[in-house]
């Protein structure tokens, strides 16, 4: 006879998703993701629909987009500029492997996320798209984004005086 398990074990997670204990603990692992991981969940959202993380850097002649992108392929990446919108679509593929010796494998978790994705972000210039660099390399997109010549800061010192 089989029984179900209603505690959590100590050592990872129910087998069962349904468990209470499990559901409720992964809820707020997400909420607490969410508030100290800067406003979303560091796990994918359950919709599909996963948002590559980026960094947004920035120097007086240029913006920087960097974005992880592990397991995905150059060929499944598209990099728009329309106006002032910056998107990367792209589409991470499940990988599936057959093996002759066991045709029939049993997952025991899949927890690696595959599905199409997109992000976009403003950006605070009028750039020329012509210009516009991206470069992909072990799994990581690099978008480089010429700011305008009249929008490029000049570094100018600033006398700094004696408070009365």
Sequence with gaps: MKTEQWLPTL?????DP????????????NMLDTVWGGGRPAKPVASGMLSPRVDVSETDKELRVTAELPGVEQKDLTVTLTGDVL????????ETETKPSDPQATYHRIERSYG???RTMSVPYDIDP?????????G???????KPVDVQRQAKKIEIKTAA
């Design 87 to 94: 998107t990367i679509k792209g589409e991470k593929r499940s």
């Design 140 to 146: 990581v997109l690099t978008i480089t984004l010429p």
């Design 11 to 15: 050592w990872g997670d129910s087998a």
């Design 116 to 118: 199409s994705f997109q």
């Design 130 to 138: 012509a210009k516009v660099d991206a470069k992909f390399k072990d």
């Design 18 to 29: 349904r468990d209470p204990f499990n559901l409720m603990r992964r809820q707020m692992d």
